[in-house]
């Protein structure tokens, strides 16, 4: 109802500052009254008037006040209302101008367009002129009429006399008079209505047409934002693609650079073992020749010693008739030196001077090269006494080795290699300082040994310790003191358990990063456990729970290895380990799982979960990971065809790379596998699928090169005759598809 008013009053407030002044110069009343009539006549909007009639329009004239101002002229229009308002009828004016923006103005919340006039409140005038509002309020004169008259919406009365009439250019849009001289009528609620359901409407097209700019410009910010949101992405997963390629190219160069490396020394070891093995044929074909000419010069001494010997006993017998003969010619034979063996050379002797020696002076079934020394198999009882000071490498696998005494290394004090692998080592027979001597011991393998506790007093120096396949049946608190440079460590093997194992042991290891407690009693994860290690490895136990606090410390943790437990999916907290970010492996194969586990750490990369007892995938149990699991291995479990969920690979379409399903129970491909965007292998084989759609395993609408490198889909119940060759537009070679042999129905 107020916006009625404030209409209203301005449409009258319009009126009466168009009213001209009955003594304006130029032309009469009458004069410009004749002559408009004249032009409506002329335009075809009136008829002539002969006289007063029925026709005749109710006559009613607008007078302003005594006060009242002249006609404005052109100028003083151009000024706008205000200035007509600040004179009008003796009104006394107070403004407020406050500051508009780009030539409109802001008043208490509303948005007024240039030379909009309006009243805020009765008897208050508004005007909104150069982005400035003016605001006036109206003193009412006193009215000295006969017929004084206030408008509706209006603050101060006018007076009404009967002489003008509503002039045809009232009847529409405008509502000013056509003369002084014409009846001027005030304007129905019905035309006020109209007036203003026009603004109305004008008004609401333009906040349309706004809101329609404005909402194109955000569709437009928004369809630019997911364009280069997109083309990120695209920029991201190509760099990622192509540091995965040059890692894959440096990973295969390195390993043909080691493979080369390898052969070329097994070449060389070939070639040494040759020499060697010539060297000897040739020594002990001498020898041969050496003891078969002994045995000629032997023979030969002994056949001339019997001649001479008869010959003397002749001439002892007193023959005179028979004198011995002169011997008048050289013999046909003299006797050959008896050849030396070869001389030694001077290393060798050198050697010998310092203790050495050639392979003669070594225990039986040894060897040496360099600062190597070799005697695996030896049939060795006892630790050989040895006094090589250069020597770095000593091996005596598979030898018959019970005890070391104390000084058993004092001649080699400078190993940094020791291995005593499968022998009969016993904890009790072991000297307490046999290995404190050894100052630069690096690695010491004891493994298929019958050891009950971890050796005392070993080299602070030592970084791989492998006490596997042994006894061992208590690891206390000290029994790795010292060891704070031990890198790896192996009890593989072992009669440990969560009983017997100090959850302070490992505190000294506090550069740990490979552990390996495999094949031993544990129904859980040891405690204490060192913050360091980055892989840990506890398959073939029998650790049936993983606490929410078993791995708090570790969160360095890289991989875990838990296949051959007892493990289900409600016995692993939610806690346990989600919110690692370093745990990129687990294997899980060979527990007694049903479902995939949930709380899977957020960082996985490599889940194995093989031969379990696995039914089914629940949704979004990939999804929290960031950036995503890359490889899956779900071979040998119970999947059939209510196995999967569309949801079920959920966050993991982008950066799954391998995925094994074979060996199940399927009846279809499951869903999601299409949507796989950097899929390389695919393994089906062996299941129950029957067909295969064209959108199954790749994405119909997705463009660019085929990524898979590898599909597996034989021994299901597949006829090849009936697939699509758009089925397989992903696969990069028809020769990488494996669809043979298939089952019968």
């Given at each position: 109802?107020?916006?009625?008013?404030?209409?209203?009053?301005?449409?009258?407030?319009?009126?009466?500052?168009?009213?001209?002044?009955?003594?304006?110069?130029?032309?009469?009343?009458?004069?410009?009254?004749?002559?408009?009539?004249?032009?409506?006549?002329?335009?075809?909007?009136?008829?002539?008037?002969?006289?007063?009639?029925?026709?005749?329009?109710?006559k009613i004239r607008l007078v302003p006040g005594p006060n009242a101002p002249a006609e404005p002229s052109?100028?003083?229009?151009?000024?706008?209302?205000?200035?007509?308002?600040?004179?009008?009828?003796?009104?006394?004016?107070?403004?407020?101008?406050?500051?508009?923006?780009?030539?409109?103005?802001?008043?208490?919340?509303?948005?007024?367009?240039?030379?909009?006039?309006?009243?805020?409140?009765?008897?208050?005038?508004?005007?909104?002129?150069?982005?400035?509002?003016?605001?006036?309020?109206?003193?009412?004169?006193?009215?000295?009429?006969?017929?004084?008259?206030?408008?509706?919406?209006?603050?101060?009365?006018?007076?009404?006399?009967?002489?003008?009439?509503?002039?045809?250019?009232?009847?529409?849009?405008?509502?000013?008079?056509?003369?002084?001289?014409?009846?001027?009528?005030?304007?129905?609620?019905?035309?006020?209505?109209?007036?203003?359901?026009?603004?109305?409407?004008?008004?609401?097209?333009?906040?349309?047409?706004?809101?329609?700019?404005?909402?194109?410009?955000?569709?437009?910010?928004?369809?630019?934002?997911?364009?280069?949101?997109?083309?990120?992405?695209?920029?991201?997963?190509?760099?990622?693609?192509?540091?995965?390629?040059?890692?894959?190219?440096?990973?295969?160069?390195?390993?043909?650079?080691?493979?080369?490396?390898?052969?070329?020394?097994?070449?060389?070891?070939?070639?040494?073992?040759?020499?060697?093995?010539?060297?000897?044929?040739?020594?002990?074909?001498?020898?041969?020749?050496?003891?078969?000419?002994?045995?000629?010069?032997?023979?030969?001494?002994?056949?001339?010693?019997?001649?001479?010997?008869?010959?003397?006993?002749?001439?002892?017998?007193?023959?005179?008739?028979?004198?011995?003969?002169?011997?008048?010619?050289?013999?046909?034979?003299?006797?050959?030196?008896?050849?030396?063996?070869?001389?030694?050379?001077?290393?060798?002797?050198?050697?010998?001077?310092?203790?050495?020696?050639?392979?003669?002076?070594?225990?039986?079934?040894?060897?040496?090269?360099?600062?190597?020394?070799?005697?695996?198999?030896?049939?060795?009882?006892?630790?050989?006494?040895?006094?090589?000071?250069?020597?770095?490498?000593?091996?005596?696998?598979?030898?018959?080795?019970?005890?070391?005494?104390?000084?058993?290394?004092?001649?080699?004090?400078?190993?940094?290699?020791?291995?005593?692998?499968?022998?009969?080592?016993?904890?009790?027979?072991?000297?307490?300082?046999?290995?404190?001597?050894?100052?630069?011991?690096?690695?010491?393998?004891?493994?298929?040994?019958?050891?009950?506790?971890?050796?005392?007093?070993?080299?602070?120096?030592?970084?791989?310790?492998?006490?596997?396949?042994?006894?061992?049946?208590?690891?206390?608190?000290?029994?790795?003191?010292?060891?704070?440079?031990?890198?790896?460590?192996?009890?593989?093997?072992?009669?440990?358990?969560?009983?017997?194992?100090?959850?302070?042991?490992?505190?000294?290891?506090?550069?740990?990063?490979?552990?390996?407690?495999?094949?031993?009693?544990?129904?859980?994860?040891?405690?204490?456990?060192?913050?360091?290690?980055?892989?840990?490895?506890?398959?073939?136990?029998?650790?049936?729970?993983?606490?929410?606090?078993?791995?708090?410390?570790?969160?360095?943790?890289?991989?875990?290895?838990?296949?051959?437990?007892?493990?289900?999916?409600?016995?692993?907290?939610?806690?346990?380990?989600?919110?690692?970010?370093?745990?990129?492996?687990?294997?899980?194969?060979?527990?007694?799982?049903?479902?995939?586990?949930?709380?899977?750490?957020?960082s996985l990369v490599h889940l194995v979960l093989m031969g379990n007892n696995i039914e089914r995938i629940?949704?979004?149990?990939?999804?929290?990971?960031?950036?995503?699991?890359?490889?899956?291995?779900?071979?040998?479990?119970?999947?059939?065809?209510?196995?999967?969920?569309?949801?079920?690979?959920?966050?993991?379409?982008?950066?799954?790379?391998?995925?094994?399903?074979?060996?199940?129970?399927?009846?279809?491909?499951?869903?999601?596998?299409?949507?796989?965007?950097?899929?390389?292998?695919?393994?089906?084989?062996?299941?129950?699928?029957?067909?295969?759609?064209?959108?199954?395993?790749?994405?119909?609408?997705?463009?660019?090169?085929?990524?898979?490198?590898?599909?597996?889909?034989?021994?299901?119940?597949?006829?090849?005759?009936?697939?699509?060759?758009?089925?397989?537009?992903?696969?990069?070679?028809?020769?990488?598809?494996?669809?043979?042999?298939?089952?019968?129905?």
């Amino acid at each position: 109802m107020g916006r009625w008013w404030l209409v209203a009053a301005g449409l009258w407030l319009l009126v009466a500052l168009s009213v001209p002044d009955a003594a304006a110069g130029g032309r009469t009343r009458l004069q410009e009254k004749e002559g408009r009539r004249g032009r409506r006549r002329k335009d075809g909007q009136g008829q002539g008037r002969a006289g007063p009639g029925p026709s005749r329009p109710l006559k009613i004239r607008l007078v302003p006040g005594p006060n009242a101002p002249a006609e404005p002229s052109e100028h003083q229009r151009d000024v706008g209302v205000l200035n007509s308002q600040k004179s009008l009828q003796g009104q006394q004016a107070s403004y407020s101008v406050i500051p508009g923006k780009q030539g409109r103005c802001v008043y208490q919340g509303l948005t007024m367009f240039d030379q909009a006039v309006w009243s805020p409140k009765p008897c208050v005038t508004c005007l909104c002129a150069g982005g400035r509002v003016a605001c006036d309020e109206v003193t009412c004169p006193t009215v000295r009429c006969l017929f004084p008259f206030t408008p509706a919406g209006e603050c101060c009365p006018v007076c009404m006399e009967p002489d003008y009439e509503l002039g045809p250019e009232l009847s529409g849009d405008s509502p000013v008079p056509n003369d002084p001289g014409d009846p001027i009528t005030p304007l129905t609620q019905e035309e006020i209505r109209r007036i203003l359901w026009r603004e109305e409407e004008e008004r609401r097209e333009e906040e349309e047409e706004r809101l329609r700019k404005k909402d194109e410009a955000r569709k437009k910010r928004r369809k630019q934002r997911k364009k280069q949101e997109d083309n990120q992405r695209k920029m991201v997963e190509e760099r990622r693609r192509e540091e995965e390629e040059a890692l894959r190219k440096q990973v295969e160069k390195e390993e043909e650079e080691w493979k080369r490396q390898l052969e070329e020394e097994e070449e060389r070891r070939r070639e040494e073992e040759e020499r060697r093995r010539e060297e000897e044929e040739e020594r002990k074909k001498k020898e041969r020749e050496a003891r078969e000419m002994e045995r000629k010069l032997e023979e030969e001494e002994k056949h001339q010693e019997e001649v001479k010997e008869e010959e003397e006993e002749v001439w002892l017998r007193g023959d005179v008739f028979q004198m011995p003969p002169k011997v008048t010619e050289e013999p046909d034979f003299l006797p050959a030196p008896i050849p030396r063996p070869p001389a030694e050379t001077e290393e060798e002797e050198e050697e010998e001077e310092e203790g050495v020696g050639h392979r003669g002076g070594l225990p039986p079934g040894c060897d040496i090269s360099d600062v190597t020394m070799t005697c695996e198999n030896a049939k060795l009882t006892y630790f050989p006494p040895l006094t090589i000071p250069e020597l770095k490498s000593l091996s005596l696998e598979g030898n018959s080795i019970s005890s070391i005494p104390e000084g058993a290394f004092n001649g080699i004090p400078n190993l940094e290699w020791i291995n005593l692998k499968k022998n009969k080592l016993e904890s009790a027979a072991i000297d307490p300082k046999a290995f404190k001597g050894l100052k630069m011991l690096r690695r010491l393998y004891l493994d298929g040994n019958l050891l009950e506790v971890v050796p005392s007093d070993l080299p602070p120096t030592l970084q791989e310790l492998k006490i596997s396949e042994n006894k061992l049946k208590v690891i206390d608190e000290n029994s790795f003191q010292g060891l704070s440079s031990l890198v790896i460590l192996e009890l593989e093997g072992n009669l440990l358990s969560e009983g017997n194992v100090d959850p302070l042991a490992f505190a000294p290891l506090t550069q740990l990063s490979y552990l390996r407690l495999g094949r031993n009693h544990f129904r859980t994860v040891p405690q204490g456990l060192p913050e360091s290690v980055l892989e840990l490895y506890l398959e073939n136990n029998l650790i049936e729970e993983i606490s929410e606090t078993v791995f708090n410390q570790t969160t360095n943790l890289n991989v875990v290895s838990l296949r051959h437990n007892k493990l289900d999916e409600t016995r692993i907290a939610p806690l346990a380990w989600i919110n690692h970010r370093n745990l990129e492996s687990i294997d899980l194969s060979h527990n007694e799982l049903y479902l995939v586990p949930s709380y899977l750490p957020k960082s996985l990369v490599h889940l194995v979960l093989m031969g379990n007892n696995i039914e089914r995938i629940p949704g979004f149990v990939f999804a929290h990971m960031d950036p995503g699991l890359e490889y899956l291995y779900l071979s040998y479990n119970r999947l059939d065809a209510e196995g999967t969920e569309p949801e079920s690979f959920f966050g993991a379409y982008h950066s799954m790379v391998e995925v094994c399903l074979d060996h199940n129970q399927l009846a279809n491909v499951p869903s999601g596998i299409s949507e796989m965007t950097n899929l390389l292998f695919l393994r089906l084989d062996h299941n129950r699928i029957r067909s295969i759609p064209d959108e199954a395993i790749c994405d119909p609408d997705l463009t660019g090169d085929s990524t898979m490198v590898s599909l597996r889909l034989e021994n299901n119940y597949i006829d090849p005759q009936k697939i699509s060759p758009s089925a397989f537009s992903c696969v990069r070679a028809s020769s990488s598809v494996v669809l043979k042999p298939q089952n019968t129905k």
